[in-house]
Every structure is written in structure tokens, then in C-alpha cells.
């Protein structure tokens, strides 16, 4: 990958006709700049893609040993344990890491992203490739290292992940084995979420395949009040589902809350799957099925991709890390009658 050269102070002093010094005053002092060349400045700004480093500056490499970690949340446990491995790995190549989240908000997660470079980052861990081509854009001129992880991406970029859509699929093919022929899905919301509709996806295609046709899917933000409800949805409407598979297990621990209070047995009325395999998984009762995701491997080998972006190393465009599942006790046959 070619390297691009940012953008500078006296670029954006160029292009607005003022002096660096107003381009200063503009960024780090703008009440004392009068509105019609503080806006012609940061119009300027805007079109060049340029970002203070203010890391960058204080050191002649222009390397401030530090790389950023943007998340869409911190209370999702999915994130922690991967994240937790990026950076010991991190930390043992004399790396600093900050971390922040965008609130699946792709606007958010855009001015993370300028912060993290303002401050210096020597690269970017993102998490999956579902994101406006703005924010593609902004990266691309600002020339910063980065990477996606939890999926694997489109034709361009770097990605450690694993395939959401394949794993789904197969999961839901051992639903379909057990007798299940009445499907239906908590999802989570798809809106720039690849990861929640290449789950969603591929519970659709394996369903497809069976013959069942089209399934009912409800998509929920990730909280285990919002899995109650929605599974309460799923089983007052007819149909009801003999099975009901989960985006996450936080989504498939909130279902099961929900079967008890409806006084529905697990699996014996119906079976619950989740997806991701986090601790809880193997504490609730019973068990639940789910997909095992390899949260640590995937932290270290982003992390030991991206070092290699950051010195400029090849590298394969993807790693995939695989997924397996874990059958406990919320899978059974459906009930019969």
C-alpha cells in the first residue's frame, strides 16, 4: 500500500489564504478568530482531511508508539477478552493502546477516529467493515494504518476475523437437524452492523435450503430486557417457534429469562441458541448452545497485523480465524404434537 502524505499546516494555510499562524489560532483558539475566516479555514480543513497530530510533532519519526481501538461498545463482554489480547500483544512491542467506543453510531465512530489520529496513533483497530464511505475516506487521506476485526470484509482493506455468516449457517443446519422446522431469530440491529446481518443472513440461507422459507426475524439492540421481549414477541404470535436462534448469547440468556416467566421449558418447549460463547454461556441453566468465537487468537493476530501495517511489512489482506459449536443443553428436538 502506498503511503499518503497528510496533509499540513501550510497546506491548510494554502488553501485558505491566511497565514499558519491564523490556521493555529483557528484550531486551537477559535474565538479569536473572525467568523468568515474561521469558516474559510475549516472549510479548508474539512476538504484537505487534515488532522493536528499533536503525537507526531514531538517526535522527529513521527511514531508516538501508540495505536487506537474503537469499539461499539464496552458492555458487550464479546469485546473485552479480544480486545484484552490486542493489547498485551501490543504491550510487548513497547505499544500504548487507547480505546474508545462510537455507540454504533458511524458519525461517532468517525470522531474517534479524528481524535485518535489528532493524538497521534500509529494505527487503527476497528471493528468490521459496514461503515460509510466517508469514514473510509477519512482514514485513506490521512494515510493511518488500520484494520478490521470480529469479520472478514469486502475486495479492499485488512480484516482478522471470522466468517459471521458461515457460522450462522451452520448452526442453524444443527437446529434443523434436531427436527426444527419452525425457525425464528432474534437478531441484532443490522444498521451498519455486518456482523449482526451476516448472522441473520445466514440463519435465512441454511432455513432457505431446508425449504422452510422465510423465517421471522426481530432485531434488538444487545441487552438481555431487550432478548425477553423480543423472544416474548416470537412466542405469542402463531406460529409459535419450536426453536428461536439468538444474534448473541446476552440476546439468548434474555430469551430464556423470558421462557421461564412464560413457563415454557428449555428445550423441552422450545430450544435457544446464542452466538459468541462468553462466560455465561456455560453458567445458565442449561447450558447454552451457541458458536464459539476465538476472542483471544483474533485480538493477537490484529494485533500482529497491524504492527506489521505500521512498519510498513507485507501482510495478507485477511487472516480468518475459525468458529465452532458448542452444544449444551438449550438444544433439543421440538416437542411433539
Known sequence: ???????????????????????????????????????????????????????????????????????????????????????????????????????????????????????????????????????????????????????????????????NRAAAFDLTRRVIARGHRRIAMIGGISYMNDRASDRIDGVRAATREAGLGEIRVIEAPYGFDDGAEAFGALMTAEPRPTAVMCGNDVLAVGAMRKAREMGLRVPGDVSITGFDDIDISAVVDPGLTTVRVPHRRMGEAAAEMLLKLIDKQPVDRQIEIPTAIVERGTLGPPPAG
Request: some cysteine; charged content about 20%.
Open 1 to 163: 500500500m502506498n503511503e499518503i502524505a497528510r496533509p499540513t499546516l501550510d497546506d491548510v494555510a494554502r488553501a485558505a489564504g491566511v497565514s499558519t499562524a491564523t490556521v493555529s489560532r483557528c484550531l486551537n483558539a477559535p474565538e479569536r478568530v473572525i467568523t468568515t475566516t474561521r469558516e474559510r479555514v475549516m472549510q479548508a480543513v474539512e476538504a484537505l482531511g487534515y488532522t493536528p497530530d499533536f503525537g507526531g510533532r514531538a517526535l522527529a519519526s513521527r511514531r508516538t508508539n501508540t495505536v487506537g481501538a474503537i469499539i461499539p461498545t464496552m458492555e458487550n463482554a464479546i469485546f473485552a477478552r479480544g480486545v484484552q489480547s490486542f493489547q498485551e500483544v501490543l504491550s510487548k512491542a513497547g505499544k500504548t493502546l487507547l480505546v474508545a467506543s462510537s455507540g454504533y453510531d458511524p458519525e461517532h465512530e468517525r470522531e474517534q477516529i479524528g481524535v485518535m489520529i489528532s493524538r497521534g496513533a500509529d494505527g487503527l483497530l476497528l471493528i468490521g467493515s459496514a461503515r460509510p464511505q466517508a469514514n473510509v475516506d477519512y482514514l485513506r487521506r490521512r494515510g493511518i494504518p488500520y484494520l478490521g476485526a470480529w469479520n472478514l470484509g469486502g475486495p479492499e482493506g485488512h480484516f482478522v476475523g471470522f466468517n
